[in-house]
């Protein structure tokens, strides 16, 4: 979710996906990309009513620690990147 390429220690890639934010949740049997609102919300383009928080600070491995919690209609939460 990087502005620049090389951003995530990947250095000498060229993959356009660090070109703006950009997500795809593939959850339940399901893939839909991730929107980002203007206030900075994410939910998935076929809104099911999931919650969708980006969050950073994981030891992860990432140089930001980004991760990702869905939370699903039944509030059964999961946590991808963590």
């Known amino acids: 979710m ?3 390429r090389d951003d995530d ?3 000498d890639k060229h993959d356009e996906c660090w070109a703006n934010d950009n997500a795809t949740l593939v959850l339940g049997g399901k893939s839909s990309p991730l929107i980002k609102s203007s206030t900075g919300d994410w939910h998935p383009k076929t809104d099911d009513g ?4 980006h969050s950073t600070g994981a030891t992860n491995g990432d140089n ?3 991760f990702w919690s869905v939370t699903t209609q039944d509030g059964t939460q ?3 990147g963590k």
Do not use: I, L, P, S
Not at 50 to 53: A, C, G, N, Q, S
């Open 2 to 4: 990087k502005a620049r």
């Open 9 to 11: 220690g990947q250095t």
């Open 50 to 53: 999931e919650r969708v928080v």
């Open 64 to 66: 930001d620690g980004e």
């Open 78 to 80: 999961y946590v991808f």
